[in-house]
């Protein structure tokens, strides 16, 4: 949720500035903005993406070693030039980038309304640069007390880079709530929301933490808190490789995270699953795993796609593990007053590890004394600092907004979790562990099946690109993928679409099926499937258009079906991993022939790094 670059060093800030944007653009491109210094403080941004700042900035002076950058997702006011960041303070002393929300905004700008200060923008960004301004000029205090003692006065979240025309040999990075991390190279340093703008210049990174304040010269970099303690940076060296986020000859990020699937689910399980052995090892929960294996109840909190994934989880360590699991959104649990135990496991599911609700509900289940587990994939984010302990999902940057390879590393990671716990607690007898770890690490070789399909996928998406409305079905393991493959759909190619458990149908929506409706149906074979077959002839009766995902050499739904679409034959447990990817497929090619912006999404950002 907006992406924030900065720089200073010895180079020209401008092109590492815009690059870092380019990359970060995931998080947010309804506007952007760069604020550069040479003897002056220059100052562009619009509305509008990154390219858009690009040719802004054509003919115009983008000279200086200082800088900083930033591309938006609204939050305050509406996405247009004024309210683009960087922000300037009223008497043109600081410029400042900012990502979060600062909530006592209105109070602060009273305040400074009552000293005479006056506002361009509607954001509360502006808010603070002129906050930090007036105590400069009234208190007659440095740069950095300024910011500092203005940081102390905001309620909210906030990661920022902020520079002055006064002092342009400093950049100043702070962090409550939303990510900033620097980037530390020799006579210069990055910084940015994360680690991808960096990466090709550095990999000595340090993640800020909550109320710390880096500043940062050409030869030096001081870290403190918000009250002037002194902190010792915790230098990580990353190991993010270019190729990883760049599209390497896809058109886009997504349809090169789809195709990256049987890779990024092999490296989910890699070192961690032996099938030789017939065993499976998580080492970051290998701490804990006697309190897990003997957890009273585990709690899912996750957002999105990633609380898709936590479904999948419930149906599978209540079957596998016979543990009862709930799984809640982020959102509702951290504010509905929940009854947690000790004797409680939260496991939070985040891709981005930085979701601002799912943060929260973590941190409020912490002081409630439960174990806190992380699935993340972005190492070294917040949630996955925050967690007693964690599984990575290793699938490797994802920066698609709409979320492909994250979701099945995450399912695969609970699909280990499931299996692992049902062994511990003998619910899995040896034989069928065996059985069930040969299986799944096929399932790469599976999914690359289906992705041999495309084609054939993309001339079924030709036939329904102009639906306006769409129903998704499925059952058991396979209603969490109806719900993500609905989600896929609605988030890239704007059709509107929902899925249910297929029961469900007669229950309300049964009502919207006409010749007009295509409804896409898992209807694999497993312990449902004659009552999927039911449910399919009830579509068909009502004239309802059903393209079917079945297992291979399925004839009877061929029969009945319009389109069908054939998924390897694997165990029940592990179909969502490969009925999710013909979905994806599907509302991929939908969303292009449609001419919608598939790797950024109208109104969406990456990372929701706000309530
Ligand atoms: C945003 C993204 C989704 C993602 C959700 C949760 O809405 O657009 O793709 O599933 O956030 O993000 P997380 O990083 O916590 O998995």
Redesign the pocket.
């Known amino acids: 949720m907006c992406g924030i670059v900065g720089y200073i060093g010895n180079r020209t800030a401008y092109q590492i500035i815009i690059k870092g944007l380019q990359r970060l653009e995931y998080r947010g491109y309804d506007s952007a903005g760069i604020a550069l210094y040479d003897d002056e403080v220059r100052l562009y941004k619009c509305k509008g993406k990154v390219r858009d700042l690009e040719r802004l900035t054509t003919g115009h002076p983008i000279g200086g070693t200082v800088g900083i950058g930033h591309t938006r997702w609204a939050t305050h006011g509406v996405p247009n030039d004024i309210n683009a960041h960087p922000h300037r303070s009223k008497n043109g002393k600081f410029v400042i980038v900012h990502n979060g929300i600062i909530e006592n905004f209105a109070h602060l700008k009273n305040e400074l309304t009552n000293r005479g200060y006056t506002f361009e923008s509607e954001t509360d960004t502006e808010v603070l640069a002129n906050l930090i301004e007036s105590i400069y000029l009234e208190n007659k205090v440095s740069v950095e007390v300024a910011v500092r003692i203005a940081l102390s006065k905001v309620i909210g979240a906030y990661g920022l880079v902020v520079f002055s025309a006064d002092e342009p040999d400093m950049v100043i990075g702070a962090r409550k709530g939303s990510p900033l991390v620097v980037g530390i190279g020799e006579g210069e340093y990055f910084l940015a929301s994360d680690v991808t703008p960096i990466v090709e210049y550095t990999d000595k990174i340090v993640y800020l933490k909550d109320e710390e304040i880096a500043v940062i010269r050409r030869d030096n970099f001081k870290l403190t808190n918000i009250r002037n303690d002194s902190m010792t940076p915790d230098i990580t060296s990353v190991d993010v490789k270019i190729d990883n986020i760049d599209k390497g000859g896809y058109d886009h990020f997504m349809q090169k995270e789809i195709h990256e699937q049987p890779m990024s689910i092999t490296d989910t399980f890699r070192g961690r699953v032996m099938p030789d052995k017939n065993t499976i090892h998580l080492g970051g929960i290998s701490d804990v795993l006697p309190k897990l294996v003997t957890a009273k109840r585990i709690i899912i909190v996750?957002?999105?796609?990633?609380?898709h994934a936590g479904l999948v989880g419930e149906y599978l360590i209540e079957e596998f593990a016979r543990i009862p699991v709930e799984v809640e959104y982020a959102s509702e649990f951290r504010y509905r007053n929940p009854i947690i135990s000790s004797d409680d496991v939260i496991i939070a599911?985040?891709?981005?590890?930085?979701?601002a609700d799912?943060l929260a509900a973590i941190r409020m289940a912490k002081e409630q004394g439960a174990l806190i587990l992380g699935i993340c994939?972005v190492a070294g984010s917040s949630?996955s600092r925050e967690t007693n302990a964690g599984v990575y999902t290793h699938a490797g940057p994802e920066i698609g907004?709409?979320?492909t390879k994250?979701?099945t590393s995450q399912v695969m990671v609970l699909t280990m979790m499931a299996f692992l716990l049902g062994r511990k607690r003998n619910i899995i007898l040896p034989e069928q562990y065996r059985a069930l770890i040969q299986e799944l690490v096929h399932v790469p070789g599976y999914i690359e099946q289906i992705l041999s399909h495309e084609e054939e996928i993309r001339n079924i998406a030709a036939k329904y690109k102009d639906a306006t409305n769409a129903i998704y079905l499925g059952r058991g393991y396979l209603y969490p993928v109806a719900l993500e493959g609905a989600l896929k759909l609605k988030?890239i190619s704007y059709i509107h679409a929902e899925g249910y458990p297929a029961a469900e149908m007669k229950h309300g929506p049964i009502a919207l099926i006409d010749q007009n409706m295509p409804v896409f149906v898992l209807a694999t074979r497993d312990k449902y499937y004659e009552k999927v077959v039911n449910n399919i002839q009830e579509v068909k009766a009502r004239s309802g258009k059903v393209i079917a995902i079945v297992t291979e050499g399925d004839t009877t739904i061929r029969r009945m079906a319009d389109d069908v679409i054939e998924v390897p034959t694997t165990p029940e447990a592990l179909m969502p991993l490969l009925t999710v990817i013909p979905l994806q497929i599907i509302s991929y090619h939908v969303a292009l022939m449609r001419g919608c912006n598939v790797d950024q999404p109208r109104n969406?950002?990456?990372?929701?790094t706000v309530e």
């Open positions: 996750a957002c999105g796609t990633s609380y599911i985040s891709q981005s590890g930085e979701t799912t994939n949630i907004v709409a979320s994250a979701f988030e969406l950002a990456k990372s929701v």
